[in-house]
C-alpha cells in the first residue's frame, strides 16, 4: 500500500476547552457534530472524527478567546450554512491560500473562538 494513502500511526488523543458554561458549551459540540462520550458536571468527553476526544473542563471563570484547537470538516460550505441555520452565526468563509484551506470561526458559548477548516485528508480513513 502506498505510505501517501496508509492510516497514519498516530493521532492526538484529547484537547482541552475549559468553559464556566457547562451545560450550554456541552449542548453546543452536540449541535455542531461531536457525539457526547460522558457528560458530568466537572468534565465532559466528547469524540470527534478520528477518534480525538474533547474534554470540556468546568472552571469557575474563562477568558474568551481563540480555542486551542481547531475543528476540520469535509464540505466547508454545508458546514458554514448549517452554523448559520442552527442561530451560531459561522464568520464568512476566508480563503487561506498559504496552508491549502478556507476557514471560517464560530463562537462557543464560553467565548472560545473555533476555526474550521476544510479539508484535504488523503485517502478515506
Known sequence: MN???QRPEVGVAHVVLETDQMEASCQFMRTIG??????????????LRGGT???VM???????GDAAFDLMVDDIHASREKFAA???NP????????????????????GHVITV???????AF
Do not use: C, N, W, Y
Open 3 to 5: 505510505e501517501a494513502t
Open 58 to 64: 468546568a472552571k469557575a471563570a474563562v477568558t474568551g
Open 117 to 123: 477548516f476544510s479539508s484535504h485528508v488523503i485517502g
Open 91 to 110: 464568520s464568512p468563509i476566508e480563503p487561506r491560500p498559504q496552508i491549502d484551506h478556507d476557514v471560517f470561526t464560530v463562537r462557543e458559548p464560553a
Open 34 to 47: 461531536m457525539r457526547s462520550v460522558f457528560e458530568g458536571p466537572e468534565v465532559s468527553v466528547f469524540e
Open 86 to 88: 442552527l442561530g451560531l
Open 53 to 55: 476526544h474533547l474534554l
